[in-house]
């Protein structure tokens, strides 16, 4: 699998919340994140720096790989097995 063929999902620092799918809202959960290939979440992710990246004093938006989101959680899951599964859904 090469990059271009992984699974993006989208960041909003200014929402604290996931991308919804076709660039449209933004989730909470994971479940309602849209889903990406990586140079569609780029542009997205790009796109969105004029208006607010200089209020931020961060990039309004970030591409994040969902195998890592996964791989994280995991390890997160592991560590701290009490935490209620539908805070990371």
Known sequence: MTEDDEVYLIWSHEHSAWGG??????YRGLAKAGRYGRAEA??????AIPGTAYRL???PELPVR???VEAMRGAFR???PDVPAEDWE
């Open 78 to 80: 592991a560590r701290f």
């Open 42 to 47: 780029v542009a997205i992710s790009a796109n």
């Open 21 to 26: 799918p076709g660039g449209y809202g933004y």
């Open 66 to 68: 969902l195998a890592d």
């Open 57 to 59: 004093r961060a990039l």
